[in-house]
Nanobody, 120 residues
Framework: QVQLVESGGGLVQAGGSLRLSCAAS????????MAWYRQAPGKQRELVAR???????NYADSVKGRFTISRDNAKNTVYLQMNSLQPEDTAVYYC??????????????WGQGTQVTVSS
């Protein structure tokens, strides 16, 4: 059994910053890719940023230069540092982690979601 626990969301004014965290615990042999998605009201869930097991990253064009994804493998945790937040960043943010509970098996896990609201 694996659990993902997200934290760090909240209300911030435009131009402000927030840092999201997502910690994985439970039966973990190794962790592959870790990512953040978001879903705004009435819109589809979209990829915000992803970080591979080797540290390679990719970002949605809308957040490049403002958001930074990182991971702490010792803590099984992924972070999303969000700077220069804008009202259009308002959404529920979800972490997504590909976990190997044992060799030769990989499962896809989602966090519970954390609300980020940016006021103008």
């Amino acid at each position: 059994q694996v659990q993902l626990v997200e934290s760090g969301g909240g209300l911030v004014q435009a131009g402000g910053s927030l840092r999201l965290s997502c910690a994985a615990s439970g039966s973990i042999f190794s962790i592959n890719a870790m990512a953040w998605y978001r879903q705004a009201p009435g819109k589809q869930r979209e990829l915000v940023a992803r970080i591979g097991s080797g540290g390679n990253t990719n970002y949605a064009d809308s957040v490049k230069g403002r958001f930074t994804i990182s991971r702490d493998n010792a803590k099984n945790t992924v972070y999303l540092q969000m700077n220069s937040l804008q009202p259009e960043d308002t959404a529920v943010y979800y972490c997504n982690v590909i976990i190997q509970p044992r060799p030769f098996r990989a499962d896809d896990y989602w966090g519970q979601g954390t609300q980020v609201t940016v006021s103008s």
